[in-house]
């Protein structure tokens, strides 16, 4: 069987690494805000190239911390309209909820997956405030041009990066702009370590990345009871903070990571030469880092035929995602709005095996499979 994700060869690599990392824990016994936090609060702001980062309980608490700093700051208010991809993950939309702002859905392109720019103008009422962009699958949103909105209207920007650890937006040959990577392309990014992430740690976590010192510090003081001193409470917090031991093994598992990107679109690569079939669709990318491959996602008409021929085959596969937001039960009130592109890309989607641990010839496996397929 091909895993679609085989998580457990992936940490593996790191066991000895990791027991290390425990007992210098366990000698160290300070488990919460350590150490180990603040390196990796370091190391994952030097990686990104911003100035600040935050470790937070997960991806989920990441945005929503962002959002709760920006309404201490007056930036943002309750009931302010929030600009977010129909077909993102339900966190970033339950985020923006989470914080009592309006998620308002734009339409992705259908060949990136990524919110189509063009149609944001059309949603900014006088209520936007944001836009929260997603990277998803692990490729960048067109930055470029939404922070051109953003700027002209006068609206935050926010990254959901939690698929795209790593990404990076290289600006043309001719323009002096320097290369950023994945938060550090708007005003504050959430990142995700939940263990299938491209950064994965062996339990929950998150990190705020910005360049914004004020923002910073109050989503440091949020994330810990809205308190800096102990006992001494100057915001409405929450309990999110970044485990220590996750930290450590984070710190760990950091140094890896472009390796283990490179793997993924070395994979990617295959894919998209190989796969030869009328009737799927391959993703679109320029081929340049600005795709780091957390999943790589087909289309096909018989989706669900795809899969279950793989999975007679031997391949695991999964669908990210099969529903849209406006479409669960837990939105009852926007079911009947309509975003076709959306649906058809839930209805089409299908993500391949893909990891850093994948054999050549299990790529070559699914290959053959996928262009046998009729
Ligand atoms: C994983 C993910 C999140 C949430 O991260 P958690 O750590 O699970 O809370 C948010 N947005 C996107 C796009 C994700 O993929």
């Known amino acids: 069987m091909i895993k679609f994700l085989d998580l457990k060869k992936i940490n593996e690599q790191y066991e000895t690494a990791f027991q290390t990392k425990l007992k210098s824990v366990l000698e160290n016994s300070w488990y ?24 937070v309980g997960n991806g989920f608490d990441a945005l929503v ?27 970033s939309i339950l ?32 209520k936007t405030r944001a836009i929260l962009v997603v990277h998803l699958y692990g ?12 700027h002209q209207n006068n609206l935050l920007v926010i990254e959901d990066a ?15 702009v320097e290369s950023k990577k994945s938060g550090n392309l708007s005003n504050a990014a959430a990142f995700s370590f939940y263990p299938g992430k491209n950064l994965g740690a062996l339990g929950d976590g998150g990190a705020v990345t910005t360049n914004d010192g004020e923002l910073a510090k109050i989503i440091q003081s949020l994330r810990n009871y809205g308190s800096e001193t ?70 096909t008409e018989n989706r669900d035929e795809l899969q279950q021929y793989l999975l007679e085959n031997g391949i695991q596969t999964m669908i990210h995602y099969p529903i849209p937001s406006h479409k669960q039960k837990a939105f009852s009130n926007w079911n009947n ?12 989607v299908l993500s391949l095996p893909m990891s850093p641990v994948m054999t050549g010839d299990e790529v070559s496996f699914v290959i053959e499979k996928m262009n046998l397929w009729i």
């Not at 702001?45 to 600040?52: E, M, N, R, V």
């Open 139 to 150: 490729q960048l949103a067109e930055m470029d041009e939404i922070n051109v909105i953003a």
């Open 337 to 348: 709005l309509s975003f076709p592109i959306t649906e058809r890309i839930h209805n089409e």
């Open 65 to 91: 911390l962002i959002f709760k700093a920006y309404i201490q700051l007056g930036k943002l208010q309750k009931g302010d309209e929030v600009i977010v991809p129909a077909n993102t993950y339900i966190a």
């Open 162 to 176: 939690a698929q795209a650890h790593g990404a990076i937006l290289v600006e043309s040959q001719k323009s002096k």
């Open 230 to 299: 102990k006992y001494q409470n100057e915001y409405i917090g929450v309990n999110s903070r970044l485990d220590e031991l996750q930290a450590a093994f984070l710190n760990q598992k950091l140094p890896s990571l472009d390796a283990e990107n490179d793997k993924r679109r070395t994979i990617a690569k295959r894919y998209l030469a190989e796969i030869k079939n009328d009737k799927i669709q391959l993703p679109v990318w320029d081929y340049s880092q600005n795709h780091v491959f957390h999943l790589f996602v087909i289309r």
């Open 32 to 55: 919460i805000l350590g150490k180990e936090v603040t390196a990796f609060e370091n190391n994952f702001a030097f990686y990104c190239g911003t100035k600040h980062c935050v470790g």
């Open 95 to 126: 985020a923006i909820l989470e914080a009592d702002l309006i998620p308002v859905q734009v339409e992705p392109k259908l060949e990136t997956y990524n919110i189509n720019p063009n149609l944001i103008l059309e949603k900014i009422t006088s």
